[in-house]
């Protein structure tokens, strides 16, 4: 497995690296200082199986750098490693398609519980962020709010409702700007929170949801 790590504190990286290497006997890792040298080696190894990015680095502010590596690689498997523990900074992070977010006060058996739920094709989020520590969200259209208290960031509501309106994953990613794989991770995490196996359930459901509204 290919990782790339980066983290602008070498003791920082240092720790990580040889937490990651419990995860397995064939892990890789490849380090990165700040963003410019994140950019450049993800161009450099396309072959990537997870990117373990600290939010705040060198080259960019909070999370315009995370949307920023988004927008050039939407197929890179996208993690999220920072001291910040704001709901805002993780609502952010998962909106704009990291498929997890972990603090660096977690022990090593958390991060290493939280990636190997991420590798197996899960989303992670810290628990505080589904016991009632959230900030209060912006105003949302009032079919919405259901689907809000059901756990789904403010992105994964605007996929659903697009889902439920019949759009195709293609059309979704050009309506709301993002790449179709970070379509399909938002959907993949709606099928959780909503406990379906297919499209057709997860749509009727959410028209269940928004008429309750």
Do not use: W
């Not at 398609?97 to 094709?121: D, H, N, P």
């Not at 759009?167 to 938002?186: G, R």
Request: hydrophobic share 45%; aromatic share 4%; charged share 20%.
């Amino acid at each position: 497995m290919k990782t790339l790590l980066a983290d602008d504190h070498p003791l920082m990286r240092e720790g990580i690296r040889q937490m990651l290497t419990q995860l397995g006997p064939a892990v890789e890792i490849i380090g990165a200082h700040d963003y410019p040298s994140l950019f450049a080696q993800t161009a450099a190894h396309a072959d990537l199986d997870l990117a373990l990015v600290d939010l705040n680095m060198p080259g960019f502010s909070g999370m315009n750098g995370i949307e920023q590596y988004r927008n050039r690689f939407p197929d890179i498997p996208l993690v999220i490693l920072s001291a910040s523990e704001s709901p805002h900074d993780i609502r952010s992070a998962l909106d704009a398609g990291a498929l997890g977010y972990i603090f660096k006060a977690a022990s090593t058996a958390v991060m290493l519980a939280a990636l190997r739920r991420i590798l197996a094709g899960d989303i992670y989020m810290p628990a505080s962020l589904g016991e009632g520590h959230g900030e209060p969200r912006t105003a949302a259209p009032a079919s919405c709010e259901s689907l809000h208290h059901c756990g789904l960031t403010a992105r994964q509501v605007e996929v659903a409702r697009l889902l439920a309106q019949g759009c195709a994953n293609k059309a979704i990613a050009a309506m709301l700007a993002m790449s179709e794989s970070t379509v399909k991770v938002h959907i993949s995490a709606i099928f959780r929170a909503f406990d379906v196996a297919n499209r057709t359930e997860a749509v009727l459901e959410i028209q269940r949801l928004m008429q309750k509204s």
